[in-house]
């Protein structure tokens, strides 16, 4: 079983900068991608960022002011986020799954609670 727990989140001014964590325990594997999915409300749950050995991959959306990153030694992903704008404001979600990446949120096997991140004008 794998556990994922986010963290992080918060409301800021358009033009912050927020750093969310998800900290995974349980069977998590070198290979594994872990991913980042937001969903605003009565939106549908949305690809931000993925990262495994193969590669890092980023919604056009985001590229340039967000960054996806790993440690191993403490089984955290990361997701710095620059530039915040209103249209940020979402939960936040951190996900894992085995084999290729993918931006597809049924793709991804374990999910964790999610992180509010609120960015106003």
């Known amino acids: 079983q794998v556990q994922l727990v986010e963290s992080g989140g918060g409301s800021v001014q358009a033009g912050g900068s927020l750093r969310l964590s998800c900290t995974t325990s349980?069977?998590?594997?070198?290979?594994?991608?872990m991913g980042w999915f937001r969903q605003a409300p009565g939106k549908e749950r949305d690809f931000v960022a993925s990262t495994y050995p193969r590669g890092t991959f980023y919604a056009d959306s985001v590229k340039g002011r967000f960054t996806i990153s790993r440690t191993y030694t403490n089984n955290t992903v990361y997701l710095r986020m620059n530039n915040l704008k209103p249209e940020d404001t979402a939960i936040y979600y951190c996900?894992?799954?085995?084999?290729?990446?993918?931006?597809?949120?049924?793709?991804?096997?374990?999910w964790g609670q999610g992180t509010q991140v609120t960015v106003s004008p």
């Open positions: 349980g069977r998590t594997l070198f290979g594994d991608v």
């Open positions: 996900a894992t799954k085995g084999g290729s990446s993918s931006a597809f949120s049924k793709d991804y096997d374990y």
